[in-house]
């Protein structure tokens, strides 16, 4: 085959690699993601058997919630740097396509 008709190929197999291997990324993001999110409960359910008045249930909760929407925003961060990552490399491919 021609160099001409061979560029989209080889376009294809790259762009076919590139999401293979974002969806690895995202499979073992998701696996971290429920493990943290696994001993974050099993810790906050270790602590709450220690309460002793409604005021440190009141408390417990309003540290607990704090707690887990900080760690599920990391989480969503490093998602978002997988898919920023993963769009930069397919419009860096894309572009020698045209070329």
């Known amino acids: 085959m021609t160099e001409d008709l061979m560029k989209p190929f ?3 197999k790259a ?3 590139m999401q293979a291997d974002v969806i690895s990324k995202t499979v073992a993001q998701q696996q971290k993601a429920a493990q943290m999110l696994a001993g974050f409960f099993q810790d906050e359910a270790k602590k709450a058997q220690g309460l002793k008045s409604p005021e ?3 408390q417990f909760n309003m540290d607990t919630s704090k707690a887990l929407f900080e760690l599920l925003k990391s989480q969503g961060a490093e998602f978002s740097t997988i898919a920023e990552e993963a769009r930069d490399a397919f419009v860096k491919e894309l572009g020698t396509y045209g070329k």
């Open 10 to 12: 080889e376009s294809v």
């Open 15 to 17: 762009l076919m690699t």
């Open 56 to 58: 440190e249930l009141v």
